[in-house]
């Protein structure tokens, strides 16, 4: 057997990879910066940034004050602070996390030194609380369910797929083209990971409540439904052969349903009487045999779009390679 391999020091990671610290924020003047003095002190060579999106406080400010490098980012919700974080900061090792103070700081060497030494592209801190107000129940059966029904479409999942407490790769953050808007971005990282097959793990952290002051952005239903939609809309695009099977399955099925007493009545008379009934039960044969047509000719467009993806990914090296 071969011992598992011993993971990377505080400063063998600060000699070995440039970190950078992301941290999107929306009116977090109250806990940004107790989050900057937490990253900092356990990775002391990152960059930090924090990524302004239009907030209303003193987010800027404060975040300023504390040493980060401050940027903004005027188009609204997290995907779109998270698609220009992505684009514009240059780095070997990505931590990104939010800046209301909830995530373990602590954990992100453990987190970077795990990505670095297996040669990870992504591994996500799986949140654990202890702490009542930290993770509302609802959020808690919503996360479970969401989850879950990734699990049954694509095979495999985390198992908290809404963390927003992630370290990437450079090779993940340069070939990943986000398209979310909003906090279902975290389920699109996550579908991107599965697709493409990229080595990933995940991390039990600790979870807290937020500081006095601090308020939650993330509306239980609304968000909800978006990522739920967002879940749907993956499925649609990346297995199209199945979703639009299982739509022509239920439309045939349905077909032979109202045509089996026209079979049973032709084949005693002869005769079909309800004309319209026949109309419609061909109408709906031929959407069935449509819809299995156009998940086939779009299985073979997601095929050729999948291995554009792949190649881009593979265009940059693995962690902990040389230029990494």
Avoid at 171 to 177: A, E, I, L, N
Avoid at 192 to 216: F, N, Q
Wanted: one cysteine or more; proline letters at 4%.
């Amino acid at each position: 057997m071969h011992a598992a391999p011993e993971l990377l020091s505080t400063a063998d990671i600060a000699a070995s990879a440039r970190v950078a610290v992301l941290l999107p924020c929306y009116n977090e003047e109250a806990a940004i910066g107790q989050t900057i003095a937490a990253f900092r002190a356990v990775l002391p060579g990152a960059a930090i940034y924090v990524y302004d999106n239009n907030s209303s406080d003193g987010t800027v400010k404060v975040a300023a004050a504390a040493g980060a490098i401050v940027r903004s980012e005027r188009m609204q919700g997290k995907g779109n602070v998270v698609r220009r974080m992505f684009a514009d900061v240059e780095a070997d090792v990505y931590v990104m996390a939010d800046g209301d103070a909830t995530y373990d700081a602590s954990a992100a060497p453990a987190m970077v030194a795990q990505l670095l030494t297996d040669r990870l592209d992504m591994v996500v801190g799986a949140r654990q609380s202890e702490v009542e107000a930290a993770y509302r129940r609802g959020h808690v059966w919503g996360n479970r369910l969401l989850t879950g029904i990734l699990a049954r479409l694509f095979g495999r999942s985390f198992s908290d797929i809404l963390s927003g407490y992630r370290v990437f790769s450079r090779r993940f953050v340069k070939s990943f083209p986000v398209l979310s808007e909003g906090f279902e971005i975290e389920t699109e990282i996550s579908v991107h990971a599965l697709e493409l097959r990229m080595p990933v793990s995940e991390k039990i952290t600790a979870y807290g409540a937020r500081p006095e002051g601090s308020i939650s952005k993330l509306s239980t239903y609304r968000d909800g439904w978006r990522i739920l939609h967002t879940i749907i809309t993956l499925f649609r695009v990346e297995k199209p052969i199945l979703f639009f099977g299982v739509i022509g399955v239920v439309v045939a099925l349905f077909a032979l349903i109202l045509a089996a007493p026209l079979i049973l009545t032709y084949l005693h008379t002869g005769l079909v009487p309800r004309l319209p009934t026949a109309v419609l039960v061909m109408g709906l044969i031929i959407l069935a045999f449509l819809n299995g047509f156009c998940g086939l000719i779009l299985d073979t467009v997601v095929r050729g779009r999948r291995e554009v993806r792949r190649l881009a990914y593979l265009s940059f090296p693995a962690p902990g390679d040389r230029g990494a």
